[in-house]
């Protein structure tokens, strides 16, 4: 069955890195996009990172320049590199999967898989 495990959530200073990883199993990755989504409290679900099957990127605006999400078909794998952390990144982070159009990569309803989510506290 379908698996996405997402690891490397904490709690981090302003400023401080981590970098999040995703374990996919269960489907084809090399066929599917894969995006990072966060959720903060009370707020909606946003993409902020997608990569295509080509390894196209795009990243919302918030994160441009301190993000960057890679993949590794080796490892069926999904990354997401945090730097220059702020306060207002804190949320619960989501890995996803799906079959869209890599200008689509950032909206939700483009993904069918998700993991169970990795929180990160920047404090």
């Known amino acids: 069955h379908v698996q996405l495990v997402e690891s490397g959530g904490g709690l981090v200073q302003p400023g401080g890195s981590l970098r999040l990883s995703c374990t996919a199993s269960?489907?084809?990755?090399?066929?599917?996009?894969m995006s990072w989504f966060r959720q903060a409290p009370g707020k909606e679900r946003e993409g902020i990172a997608g990569?295509?099957?080509?390894?196209?990127?795009t990243y919302a605006d918030s994160v441009k320049g301190r993000f960057t999400i890679s993949r590794d078909s080796r490892t069926n794998t999904l990354y997401l590199q945090m730097n220059n952390l702020r306060r207002e990144d804190t949320a619960m982070y989501y890995c996803?999967?799906?079959?869209?159009?890599?200008?689509?990569?950032?909206?939700?309803?483009?993904?069918?898989?998700w993991g169970q989510g990795t929180q990160v506290t920047v404090s």
């Open positions: 996803a999967a799906g079959r869209t159009s890599w200008w689509l990569l950032l909206n939700v309803a483009g993904y069918k898989y």
């Open positions: 269960g489907f084809p990755y090399d066929d599917y996009c």
């Open positions: 990569i295509d099957t080509d390894g196209t990127t």
